[in-house]
């Protein structure tokens, strides 16, 4: 069960544009019975691009990342933004403060937060294919150890890249699930 209260913080500046939006999502999505982390770090062994996330939502052991873009950023960077981070969450959203003539991404879901109020004009798709090698690659060694469940020093002749093979050929059906524990740290 994913708990909130082991989500590492950002070590990332808020944006000031962002806030205002982020504040509204939270108050949103509590009434609703969503577990709210803002400005939260998922525990990944590179990029800040990858590892900090502007809001996350739990429940009923769903992970959900809304990406925040207010009306002063690049919207177009929150496709690979999202590319990126798709394998390590069961939804993802993209909220914004206007209505864009273009959304960068299918996948994600669309809200637009705007005069006090927060309307989800898309539902997110689940994203629930297995996860690419390239995710397991960002993980650090021992997270890859932890997910073969083995120490590390049982797999401490093995490459980087063959416990990543090795975890994503033998966890197939359970393998998002163990990813968001990771990278949450439960």
Sequence with gaps: MLNSQLVLKSTKRAGKYEDAIIGQLQSHFSELGYETVPHARFDIAWGSILSDVDLLLIK????????????????????????????????????????????????????????????????????????????LLSLRRESLSK??????????????????????ETNQHDLKDQLKELVTCQ
């Design 60 to 135: 009923n052991d769903q992970l959900i990342l809304v990406e925040v873009k207010s009306s002063r950023d690049n919207l177009s960077r929150a496709k690979s933004q999202i590319k990126e981070i798709e394998d390590f969450v069961d939804l993802i959203y993209l909220a914004t403060d206007y209505y864009p003539r273009k959304w960068p991404s299918r996948k994600a879901g669309r809200i637009v937060v705007k005069d006090g109020q927060v309307n989800i004009l898309k539902e997110g798709k689940p994203l629930d294919k297995l996860p690419k090698l390239e995710t």
């Design 147 to 168: 997910l073969l469940g083995k120490s590390e020093n049982e797999t401490k002749k093995l490459t980087k890249f063959q416990l990543a093979i090795i975890a994503r």
